[in-house]
């Protein structure tokens, strides 16, 4: 079982940056892939980023690349998602989620924290 923590959304005007933390606990976490998703009001939920914790290889959304960065503590068991150059179409709930490595969905969420910004 992996329980994921989100932190560090927040309200920030157009340009701006955030960087939101999700904290994961469990074991064998070096056979999960990690990835942030976010979903707007009246919108489905969509992939941002992703990155395994025994890899650098990182993957982004067409939307995101180049203003985001996904990244990972191991020794602190943290992955971060920094927000660089936000639009207004970027406020969103932004969820961390877990799957096994080889799985094709994601089954581990943590609550999501609140992405705002303004223009």
């Known amino acids: 079982q992996v329980q994921l923590v989100e932190s560090g959304g927040g309200l920030v005007q157009a340009g701006g940056s955030l960087r939101l933390s999700c904290v994961a606990s469990g074991r064998t976490l070096s056979s999960y892939a990690m990835g942030w998703f976010r979903q707007a009001p009246g919108k489905e939920r969509e992939f941002v980023a992703a990155v395994r914790w025994s890899s650098d290889s990182a993957y982004y959304a067409d939307s995101v690349k180049g203003r985001f960065t996904i990244s990972r503590d191991n020794a602190k068991n943290t992955v971060y998602l920094q927000m660089n150059s936000l639009k207004p179409e970027d406020t969103a709930v932004y969820y961390c989620?877990?799957?096994?490595?080889?799985?094709?969905?994601?089954?581990?969420w943590g609550q999501g924290t609140q992405v705002t910004v303004s223009s």
């Open positions: 989620a877990a799957r096994i490595i080889g799985m094709a969905t994601y089954d581990h």
